[in-house]
């Protein structure tokens, strides 16, 4: 089981990133998946949320900015970033979990210039 984020990079304050998370050896629409984020000193924190129903839910500092969602076709679970703040730069993970069973990508970094 392989979950492989990427699309991170270095960008403006207002510009945009598109992360992408794709699973090998899990098939992501059995799971629920999340993206979160750690900042230097900081605790990881959920960001987004995309049920195996397809709700998502997101932490109130990227809400209207930020949108998940999963193409199963493909097996990618996306986060769409919009309006890029300095306070996003972290290293964004992306997770399946499913009954108690966690599976966490490697992490991408973003950062967000001022």
């Known amino acids: 089981v392989q979950l492989q984020a990427s699309g991170g990079g270095l960008v403006q304050t207002g510009e945009s990133l598109r992360l992408s998370c794709a699973g090998s050896g899990i098939r992501l629409s059995l799971y629920s998946m999340g993206w979160y984020r750690q900042a230097p000193g900081k605790q990881r924190e959920l960001v987004a949320t995309?049920?195996?129903?397809?709700?998502?839910n997101y932490v109130d500092s990227v809400e209207g900015r930020f949108s998940i969602s999963r193409d199963n076709a493909k097996n990618t679970l996306y986060l769409q970033m919009n309006s890029l703040k300095p306070e996003d730069t972290a290293v964004y993970y992306c997770?399946?979990?499913?009954?108690?069973?966690?599976?966490w990508g490697q992490g991408t970094q973003v950062t967000v210039s001022s």
């Open positions: 995309f049920t195996r129903g397809g709700s998502t």
């Open positions: 997770k399946a979990y499913l009954r108690g069973v966690e599976h």
